[in-house]
């Protein structure tokens, strides 16, 4: 089974602040890679699909790279809408989750 | 505008049973593989099962392998899980989700319902 891990777990940060999360997989993954946004009580919404390819409706301020085993997401300036828990998901084989990355006011 | 709304989730004791129903409505239902998801209390995302456009292929994460069986009705856009065998730690919201390209077997979930409870306890 591929383990997906995500770090870090909690992040603190500021609006305008540029964010950088991590996600590495067991085994490789190719482009197979997934960003969703969940916010409390509601369902995960979908970013980014195929490690870089931005969700229609998304905003432009967040981007995906990474092939193989390691990719990242990036907010290039943090707005307040973005306080969220961001997973990322394999599916490669089955969907592996990440375990999330909340990020939260500093 | 597309739409999943999950139904049929409630309080269990272990060992019961459970039908889960996910109602489509937007989009060619038929021509999509679809998904269970679900997200214990406080804890992260989790998948649980997929189904293939015919309904004839059918994947399952290990923890629910021989206890859940997922179905489809294509006729009637209705996705389900049949949970049997239920146990404390499947407590959790159940969403179904659909896979964003159309048949590929794994896939991203570009459509979410708004979950059901499921509660497995004494």
């Known amino acids: 089974d591929i383990r997906m891990t995500q770090s870090p777990s909690t992040l603190s940060a500021s609006v305008g602040d540029r964010v950088t999360i991590t996600c590495r997989a067991s085994?490789?993954?190719?482009?197979?890679l997934a960003w969703y946004q969940q916010k409390p009580g509601k369902a995960p919404k979908l970013l980014i699909y195929?490690?870089?390819t931005l969700e229609s409706g998304v905003p432009s301020r967040f981007s995906g790279s990474g092939s193989g085993t390691e990719f990242t997401l990036t907010i290039s300036s943090l707005q307040p809408d973005d306080f969220a828990t961001y997973y990322c998901?394999?599916?490669?084989?089955?969907?592996?989750f990440g375990q999330g990355t909340k990020v939260e006011v500093k | 505008e597309m739409q999943l709304l999950e139904s049929g989730g409630g309080l269990v004791q272990p060992g019961g049973s459970l039908r889960l129903s996910c109602a489509a409505s937007g989009f060619t239902f038929k021509t999509y593989t679809m998904n269970w998801v679900r997200q214990a209390p406080g804890k992260g995302l989790e998948w649980v099962s997929a189904?293939?456009?015919?309904?004839?292929?059918?994947y399952y994460v290990d923890s629910v392998k021989g206890r859940f069986t997922i179905s489809r009705d294509n006729s009637k856009s209705m996705l389900y899980l049949e949970m049997s065998g239920l146990r404390v730690e499947d407590t959790a919201v159940f969403y179904c989700a659909k896979g964003a390209v159309g048949s590929y077997v794994y896939d991203a979930f570009d459509l979410w319902g708004q979950g059901t409870m499921v509660t497995v306890s004494s």
């Open positions: 189904i293939g456009t015919s309904g004839s292929t059918t």
């Open positions: 195929k490690a870089s």
């Open positions: 085994q490789t993954v190719s482009r197979w």
């Open positions: 998901q394999q599916y490669n084989s089955y969907g592996t």
